[in-house]
């Protein structure tokens, strides 16, 4: 049976679905002021793949991943850059949705932004007012009072007095409390504002997913998700706002993902070792960094480096030479694989454990192949592309995967790219034709000529592998 760990409790227990058969679940979205970044990709792929094994396992699955396209960075952004934050943020959002189709992020079912729900976030806000939970300030903004929410910090585990400890108040700022927060902002000159009955303004950032949430999954739903920088205050400041406007549970499994270190460094722009996806793709095929993200898993941290990059690249290597020159069959409906597969994913969604099952099933296809057993070839060949469908993996010819030059080479396919000695990349013409030169000369039995061929090629980044039906070659 599948457990998850809530972060809600501390544990991981065994996930039951509020309605038989379907699961509805959230994640949090981007702000829309910039390219995404690895650290979305972390957090995104792997709600991706809760989302695909959960469908796995015969779940119909209703997923809401907000966009937050109206926000303080959004304002300075758009200003700086002479542009209307419409502008901005349409550019980034469709940037967004192509960098998560080159990483294969599905689609969600709902991808409400927060302009299109100010409605429902002011009907929102009216009910913690009426309800003695938030309060409008004497500049106008309405304030959600922290004191009055009896469970505030169950999530993060903060206690309101140490929170006001190092809590520091700017002047006139018109909190009751110092750990109040912005519910409605008071719109300033030239900012895009909403009417309200507090007057024009915009929403604060916490109080747009609650109100999303609940319009679009209802008020109380399975999972919500999103990186662990999130749980406070954010995501603590959702349950506050949530059980107190709606008086229900709210939510049932609370999931976040871990962090993205950068050669065991914490990822930041002040730190200069900052990347986007847009960035980091140029040099690394999209299904690397999926791998990359599931060789870790979701909760832990993940150090994004050169030498783990290349260990993932080189996983689907093997994967992808166990599939070659096999046409998949019928998958079994049940194996010791598939067992072994769904106790890893049903143990926390633990993908590293996974991987590790894709890698014996493409070992014992190896194996089959060696000994022309064609039947029991085709049959791993089925599970191995099922399992790595779940992950989301193994979707490309293995063919063209293993004749595209190697993830983190200096440059693109294409004979001027460097080969792994620095010379020049051979052409596919020019790997053609030395390996039937090759041939040539094994069949004359000249081997010290052969021999010189082969090692031109691993010099410049070509492998050769000799079987039965000939000679075939993969990039290094």
């Known amino acids: 049976m599948l457990s998850i760990h809530n972060s809600l409790t501390g544990r991981k227990e065994p996930f039951r679905a509020l ?10 979205g981007v702000t829309v002021y910039d390219y995404i970044h690895v650290g979305h990709a972390r957090c995104y792929v792997a709600f991706d793949v809760v989302r695909r094994y959960l469908q796995h396992l015969g779940y119909a699955v209703t997923l809401a991943r907000n966009i937050t396209d109206i926000d303080d960075k959004i304002i300075d952004r758009a200003a700086k850059n002479g542009e209307s934050c419409d ?18 992020i599905a689609p969600v079912d709902h991808e409400p932004r927060a302009t ?15 309800n003695g939970y938030a309060y409008v300030a004497d500049d106008g903004d309405v304030l959600y009072a922290v004191a009055k929410f009896e469970g505030y910090g169950r999530l993060s585990g903060k206690k309101l007095a140490d929170l006001r400890a190092g809590a520091r108040v700017e002047v006139n700022e018109g909190k009751r409390d110092p750990l109040d927060f912005v519910l409605w902002k008071t719109a300033k000159p030239g900012e895009p504002a909403w009417d309200s009955p507090w007057g024009k303004g915009r929403p604060g950032w916490h109080i747009e997913c609650s109100a999303m949430s609940v319009a679009l999954l209802g008020e109380h739903f399975d999972i919500h998700g999103g990186g662990m920088d999130l749980k406070f205050p954010h995501h603590e400041n959702e ?54 993200v599931l060789a870790s ?6 150090n994004y480096a050169d030498d783990n990059l290349r260990q993932a690249d080189a996983v689907l290597e093997r994967l992808y030479i166990a599939l070659r020159g096999v046409e998949p069959g019928s998958a079994p409906a049940d194996s010791p694989h598939l067992a072994a597969f769904r106790a890893a994913m049903d143990d926390d969604f633990n993908t590293p454990e996974a991987l590790a099952v894709l890698l014996a099933v493409a070992r014992e296809l190896n194996v089959a192949k060696g000994e022309g057993d064609a039947a029991r070839a085709a049959a791993l060949a089925a599970e191995l592309k099922r399992l790595g469908g779940v992950l989301g993996i193994l979707h490309a010819d293995p063919e063209q995967w293993l004749k595209t030059p190697a993830s983190l080479g200096p440059a693109a396919a294409g004979g001027e790219a460097a080969g792994a ?39 410049r980044g070509v492998v050769l592998e000799d079987g039965p039906k000939g000679t075939s070659w993969r990039w290094r």
């Open 297 to 302: 898993h979701y909760r832990g941290p993940i």
């Open 239 to 292: 349950i506050a706002q949530t059980c107190a406007a709606c008086g229900s549970a709210f939510v049932n499994v609370w999931m976040h993902n871990g962090f993205v270190n950068v050669n065991a460094e914490k990822m930041s722009k002040s730190l200069g070792n900052f990347f986007t996806v847009r960035e980091v793709l140029p040099r690394l095929r999209p299904e690397v960094m999926r791998v990359f």
């Open 421 to 459: 000695d620095g010379g020049a990349r051979p052409t596919e013409a020019e790997i053609e034709r030395l390996i039937a030169d090759r041939t040539a000369a094994r069949k004359a039995k000249n081997w010290a000529e052969s021999d010189r061929i082969r090692d031109e090629l691993v010099a």
């Open 116 to 130: 299109e729900y100010v409605p429902q976030i002011v009907a929102m806000i009216e009910r913690l007012i009426a």
């Open 87 to 104: 502008a901005l943020t349409e550019r980034f959002i469709r940037a967004m949705h192509e960098d998560f189709a080159a990483l294969g």
């Open 19 to 28: 309605e038989p058969g379907h699961v509805r679940m959230y994640v949090c």
